[in-house]
């Protein structure tokens, strides 16, 4: 079976006294519901992973983002053995620059969290091998194969980008 395609969005903000958060959500439906996730989604065929992470920030949680503001992190490819058709290969991007105010949709919970302190208990258990390095940066590749009860983390690998 051919991994899932998809994007993930972080959105990064400074605030006045230096520190820096990042928009995650609490997902409310589908795929992932109760945990805290970063933004994103499927990549529509037809549709480019930039197109893609676009249109999700916007659906779920109302920012508009413009392409050119997206700058690419790096990829996460994610594998289930025992559930394979969860398998997913994930484009990762941050933005610095929007327009308009998060708002909880039909699918996402938005909140900001400061970068230093994610809220780790909260998300998939694979989110702390991958998520700090993509959004310092410098452009990374990670594969993330998970256990058999699909969520713990069975194995990560990097290599730079």
Request: aromatic letters at 8%; zero cysteines.
């Amino acid at each position: 079976m051919t991994p899932a395609p998809v994007t993930l969005l972080f959105l990064l903000r400074t605030q006045e006294s230096g520190a820096q958060e990042v928009l995650l959500g609490l997902k409310k439906t589908g795929f992932g519901t109760g945990k805290i996730v970063g933004i994103g989604g499927h990549v529509e065929p037809g549709e480019s992973a930039i197109e893609a992470a676009v249109r999700e920030i916007a659906e779920e949680t109302s920012i508009d983002v413009l392409p050119a503001d997206l700058a690419y992190r790096g990829s996460v490819a994610f594998r289930f053995p025992a559930h394979a058709d969860w398998d997913m290969d994930a484009e990762v991007f941050i933005a610095l620059d929007w327009t308009g105010e998060a708002r909880e949709s039909e699918e996402i919970a938005p909140q900001w969290y400061a970068v230093d302190a994610l809220p780790a208990a909260q998300m998939w258990e694979d989110a702390g091998h991958w998520l700090p390095g993509l959004l310092s940066g410098p452009v990374q590749h990670f594969a993330v194969q998970l256990a058999a009860d699909n969520q713990a983390v069975e194995r990560v690998t990097s290599t730079p980008g």
